[in-house]
């Protein structure tokens, strides 16, 4: 199983990214794919995921809005689309997957997690 993200960088706040999850190694409709972010200092935080088998998704409050997750199965790639960043929205962000994981499920249920991709935010 492999979990490469991609996307991140530097933008200002009130801008936009897109951060790309490829995947490998595994049934992509059979799992859950997630989003979470580690600020310096902080713990990792959930951020959306989403349903392999059935595109359904999820939000966390903090993000609600804003980011955007969709996945494009034959591509076995998921994206998050964020709009409207703020300074506080700079993280590390990772992906995760998970065999059946239930949707707004902790970072604990997840098996597999991605390297992580930079995103800074200025003000």
């Known amino acids: 199983v492999q979990l490469v993200e991609s996307g991140g960088g530097l933008v200002q706040a009130g801008g936009s990214l897109r951060l790309s999850c490829a995947a490998s190694g595994f049934t992509f409709d059979d799992y859950t794919i997630a989003w979470f972010r580690q600020a310096p200092g902080k713990g990792r935080e959930g951020i959306s995921c989403i349903s392999g088998s059935d595109d359904r998704t999820y939000y966390y409050d903090s993000v609600k809005g804003r980011f955007t997750m969709s996945s494009d199965n034959a591509k076995k790639t998921v994206y998050l689309q964020m709009n409207s960043l703020k300074p506080e929205d700079k993280a590390v962000y990772y992906c995760?997957?998970?065999?059946?994981?239930?949707?707004?499920?902790?970072?604990?249920?997840?098996?597999?997690w991605g390297q992580g991709t930079q995103v800074t935010v200025s003000s």
């Open positions: 995760a997957e998970g065999k059946g994981v239930q949707l707004n499920s902790s970072r604990y249920e997840y098996d597999y």
